[in-house]
C-alpha cells in the first residue's frame, strides 16, 4: 500500500514553468513506477509521463515532450515533474500514480493515485 500527495499546482502565465511534488508514504517507494497524469473537466485522464523505479528510463506524451521532466528521489520518496514553457492547454488537474510494475508505458494500469492538485495556464 502506498499514499500519494501532490503539491506544486498553481496559477501562472503561459510560459511559465513550475515543479510538481508527489510524495509518497511507505518504504517501498523505490519498487513503484510512477507517472503523472491529467485532466480537465469532461475530458478523460491523460497520460503525461512515467519514470522507472530507478529513475533511468523515462516516457513521456507527445504533447509535453521537450517542455516537461519527470525525475525521482528514491532516498526521499518523491517524485517531481518540471513543467517549462507552460501553455494554456496543459491547464487541468495533475494526479501522480504508482504501480508495482516495470513498464513505463503509457497504457499501464496504476494501482494508487493522489487526490491531484491544479495548474492553471493564463494566457
Known amino acids: 500500500q502506498v499514499q500519494l500527495v501532490e503539491s506544486g499546482g498553481g496559477l501562472v502565465q503561459a510560459g511559465d514553468h513550475l515543479r510538481l511534488s508527489c510524495a509518497a508514504s511507505g518504504r517501498t517507494f523505490s519498487s513503484y513506477v510512477m507517472a503523472w497524469f491529467r485532466q480537465t473537466p469532461g475530458k478523460e485522464r491523460e497520460f503525461v509521463a512515467a519514470?522507472?523505479?530507478?529513475?533511468?528510463?523515462?516516457n513521456y506524451a507527445d504533447s509535453v515532450k521537450g517542455r516537461f521532466t519527470i525525475s525521482r528521489d528514491n532516498a526521499k520518496n518523491t517524485m517531481y515533474l518540471q513543467m517549462n514553457s507552460l501553455k494554456p492547454e496543459d491547464t487541468a488537474v495533475y494526479f501522480c500514480?504508482?504501480?508495482?510494475?516495470?513498464?513505463?508505458?503509457?497504457?499501464?494500469?496504476?494501482?494508487?493515485w493522489g487526490q491531484g492538485t491544479q495548474v492553471t495556464v493564463s494566457s
Open positions: 500514480a504508482a504501480v508495482a510494475h516495470w513498464s513505463v508505458s503509457a497504457t499501464t494500469n496504476y494501482d494508487y
Open positions: 519514470v522507472s523505479t530507478s529513475g533511468i528510463i523515462t
